[in-house]
């Protein structure tokens, strides 16, 4: 069984994984033996993979995924020079801290360009290659807030519920899942999305102990999520444990939508 999960000799792309959670997602898939290129903004993967002592098993990448023609040209020189990558992970976002009322349309259309439209892109663009090898997994993160919509009760001021955009484009992020895996499963390429729960920073919980409590009562588990907790859900979807699911959206939520 342990065979099941080993990534060696396997090509992993992580996008957008320099963050809070990516950072132990790279660290896991290094750990099972994987080949990893970490892309993040720029600095940001270097800086990870530094503070980490990832650099012999890890390659860090400047990209930001808002630059669609970036995105393409990334993908494009990194198949050249890496090849046909085994899997793929998709976790950029971008999101405004506002209320609803003061957000301005084109910062709704820019967080959806880089959660969406970036994600589409960069999906495609290393799905299609993936096709053309009869290969690959492709994962993409969504979150608990594209399936449901956040409680305001629970977010005392001067904190605010979880923006519309960021929710607007993760419920998009599941459904893309779902068409790719159809698209492309006749070229044995799995598609699924991931529903992270809460997992807030540790300075969030450190600043906002109410807050925390708040989001610990709401969950089935009566905890938060650590990061090390994400990790594993991404190294089945990328291993031969899941070589039979596809088109799933995977909540890693401590049963927060259970109820």
Same mark, same amino acid.
């Given at each position: ?90 976790? @950029? ?33 290393? +799905? ?93 588990? +009566? ?22 699911? @596809? ?9 927060? @939508?259970?109820?």
């Amino acid at each position: 069984m342990q065979s099941l999960f080993d990534l060696s000799r396997r090509d992993i792309w992580v996008i957008g994984g320099a963050g809070y959670l990516g950072t132990a997602v790279v660290k896991s898939l290094a750990m099972q033996g994987a080949a990893v290129l970490c892309a993040d903004l720029p600095g940001r993967a270097a800086e990870m993979v530094e503070r980490e002592e990832l650099a012999g098993s890890v390659v860090p990448k400047d990209l930001d995924a808002g630059d669609l023609e970036a995105v393409i040209r990334f993908v494009q020189e990194e198949i050249k020079t890496r090849g046909v990558p085994h899997g793929l992970v998709v976790m @950029t976002y971008r999101s405004f801290a506002k209320p609803m009322e003061d957000l301005r349309p084109e910062e709704f259309d820019e967080a959806n360009r880089v959660g969406l439209t970036g994600t589409f892109l960069l999906a495609r663009e290393v +799905g299609q290659a993936m096709a053309r090898e009869g290969r690959g997994s492709v994962v993409l993160f969504s979150s608990m807030y594209g399936s449901v919509s956040p409680d305001p009760s629970i977010y005392p001021l001067p904190l605010f519920p979880n923006p519309i955009e960021y929710g607007v484009g993760k419920a998009g992020i599941q459904q893309m899942a779902r068409y790719l895996a159809v698209h492309w499963g006749p070229q044995n390429v799995r598609c699924n999305s991931i529903a992270p729960g809460p997992f807030p920073f540790p300075s969030l919980q450190k600043d906002n102990p109410e807050f925390l409590r708040q989001l610990e009562q709401k969950c089935p588990l +009566g905890r938060v999520g650590r990061s090390e907790e994400m990790a594993g859900s991404v190294v089945y979807l990328l291993s031969d444990a899941s070589t039979y699911v @596809t088109g799933h959206n995977l909540a890693v939520d401590g049963g927060w @939508t259970a109820w």
